[in-house]
C-alpha cells in the first residue's frame, strides 16, 4: 500500500484546493461553530474537541468529499479546535483521532495536506 500511495499522482487541481484551504485557515472566525442533531460531542484530546458527526449528513449538506473524519486545515467548515468523526462509519475511533490528530500538526507545520496525510497513515501503523 506505501507504494501504491507514493504512486498515485495527485491531480494540480487537488492539490491547489487543498492549499487554499490551508492557507486560508488563518483567517478562521474562531466564533464560527456548526451545531445540531447532527453533532455530538466526544471528548476532549490535545487541546482538540472531538465531536462525533453524522457523516451522510454532513455529505449530503457541508461537503461530499468528508470520509471517516476531518479537521479545520482540511474541511474549510470544521473549527480549527474540533475533528470531526463520522459516527455511522465502522473503523477504530482511536486511529481516525491519531490519524487527524498528526495530519493536522504535520500541516501546521506548513506540510501540503498529500505528505501530512501520508505521514498520518504512517502513524496510524505505530500503534
Known amino acids: 500500500m506505501k507504494n501504491l500511495l507514493k504512486e498515485i499522482v495527485r491531480n494540480p487541481l487537488w492539490r491547489k484546493f487543498e492549499k487554499e484551504i ?9 466564533n464560527f461553530r456548526l451545531n445540531g442533531k447532527w ?14 458527526v453524522n457523516g451522510e449528513w454532513v455529505r449530503n449538506n457541508l461537503s461530499i468529499i468528508f470520509g471517516n473524519g476531518g479537521h479545520g486545515l482540511v474541511h474549510e467548515f470544521i473549527p480549527l479546535d474540533e475533528i470531526w468523526l463520522d459516527d455511522l ?4 475511533f482511536e486511529l481516525v483521532i ?3 490528530i498528526v495530519e493536522f500538526w504535520a500541516m501546521m507545520n506548513d506540510l501540503p495536506y498529500w505528505r501530512a496525510h501520508l505521514k498520518a497513515l504512517k502513524a ?3 500503534r
Open 98 to 100: 491519531k490519524h487527524e
Open 124 to 126: 496510524e501503523k505505530e
Open 39 to 52: 453533532k455530538r460531542f466526544y471528548r476532549r484530546q490535545q487541546n482538540f474537541q472531538i465531536y462525533l
Open 22 to 30: 490551508q492557507e486560508r485557515a488563518k483567517y478562521k472566525d474562531g
Open 89 to 92: 462509519a465502522e473503523f477504530d
